[in-house]
């Protein structure tokens, strides 16, 4: 490096370093934590952060650390809260649970039980709802990527709703339903002009959704009665929502006027928020990397709740077709983060402290590789010994695995941390475990956690699981000469 190179340096990590208090304080975000009661956790003094009067410490001690910990009674309470009918309405919604969101069979299972549906968009998800027993008219199969198998299967079983993605599937599913003999109830999946197209979806501007109705009609196979839109974009706030179903309710008038199509199903997907995580904002993101400024936390009560939500769909819907004279149509939701997000919760350990120029490094026993959300997302944590203490040091919080993009926390403001520490990240319940990798360390353990009863849903990998379905060892090779 040269001394200019050198000097410019030097100068920019001083500026930096004078203008981080300066600029903490100036621009200290209005809200940094939510409260732990926000997840039901007590602090009992000498016991640390207990769920359900379970001390937290305890779980790591008896199951190992990293681990998942399910809060039944939350899921229970967040299911209960998608299958209520709202005041003054004739009737809710019917409810599928997006597998890929959290596919682990414990949970899956444990809202079935409820009455929840599934809603697959694999091959593989197919089978593990009809291996868990979910009768087939309780099935939603949706994706951009089915195999012809699977459509076999899901036409031969008669599930309640198969979804196209894109038009050119419909001749896909005609062929098949020729030859098993059966209709299969089909929706077309439209794409609106505030969420996710791409692959996802047949677009309604430009007529192309129009076009598949079409063609989904003629083809004589399929029995036509549903609409799916997933509008991807998480759905935070009232006006997100009630755009999105208006641009879906205006197209259903479409598919009435110009096909003569009345619906039977219209599945609104999923999308809705998790209220206590959120996307980081880049600005925020860099702030806090460069400054060290703490990461803003979203504020739960400002977020669209799941009896809001709820209460809107039905209503927009129901009025809508009372306006026009017509009979309303079922209303399917495939909620994901929005019915597990904040019923689980990682607990993780300090392996190790490094001491840097301007901050210490905690090196955890999970990372990315189990929390790869974290990346980008708000997630609440907590030091689980001595949740009260003062946030009086920062830490940058980084994993296991051998990368600098497995860094979990760049800057977090935390009280003063010790090897064997245990920490908790929250909100852990959606797009941790489908998203984990066995990248140099074994999956952790997952146990729910039901009326203060330990449950083990998922036993942790071990070394042995990794290399099961290596096949033997060949003859060693020799270099020849
Ligand atoms: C992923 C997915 C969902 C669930 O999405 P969330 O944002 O987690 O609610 C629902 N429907 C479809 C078709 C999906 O692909």
Known sequence: MSLKSRL?????R???????????????????????????????????????????????????????????????????????????????????????????????????????????????ELWLALKLGVAPERIVYNGPAKSEDSVREAISRGI??????????????????????????????????????????????????????????????????GLHAHRGATLRTEGELT?????????????HQE????????????????????????RDWRLNLTFFRDVPAPDPAASLSI????????????????????????????????MTGDTQLLLARVHALKQGEDRTWAVLDAGVNHAECVRNEYHQLFHVERPDAEASRVYTLVGPICTPGDTLYHAKRLPELSVGDTLAIMDAGAYFVPFATSFSFPQPAIIALDGGKERLLRRAETFDDLVTFDAPPAEPARLSG
């Open 8 to 12: 410019v340096g030097t100068a920019k």
């Open 243 to 255: 755009g999105f179903v208006e641009s879906v309710l205006a197209f259903t008038d479409t598919l």
């Open 259 to 282: 096909l003569g199509q009345d619906l039977e199903v219209l599945d609104l997907g999923g999308s809705l928020c998790t209220p206590t995580t959120e996307h980081i904002a880049e």
């Open 160 to 225: 309640q709703l198969l979804a196209a993605n894109h038009a050119e599937e419909l001749a896909v599913f005609s062929r098949i339903a020729a030859e098993v003999g059966r209709r299969p109830r089909v929706a077309v999946r439209v794409s609106t002009d505030s969420g996710w197209s791409a692959q996802f979806g047949t677009p309604i501007a430009g007529g192309a959704a129009l076009r598949a109705f079409q063609q989904a009609r003629a083809s004589g196979h399929l029995d036509v009665v």
């Open 14 to 124: 001083q500026v930096k370093e004078t203008l981080r208090p300066v600029l903490q304080r100036a621009m200290a975000p209005s809200r940094t934590s939510i409260p732990a009661s926000h997840w039901g956790l007590e602090h009992r003094p000498g016991q640390g952060l207990c769920l359900e009067g379970v001390p937290l410490k305890e779980l790591t001690a008896r199951w190992g650390s990293p681990l998942h910990v399910v809060h039944l009674d939350a899921l229970k309470r967040n299911v209960q809260r998608f299958l209520a009918v709202p005041p003054g309405r004739a009737g809710g919604a019917e409810v599928y649970y997006s597998y890929k969101t959290n596919p682990v069979p414990g949970v899956l299972s444990f809202m079935h039980g409820l009455g929840v549906g599934a809603e697959v968009i694999s091959a593989y």
């Open 307 to 338: 009896d809001r939500y709820l209460a809107l769909v039905v209503e927009m819907v129901e009025s809508h077709y009372a306006r026009r004279g017509r009979k309303r149509p079922r209303i399917f939701l495939e909620p994901g983060r929005a």
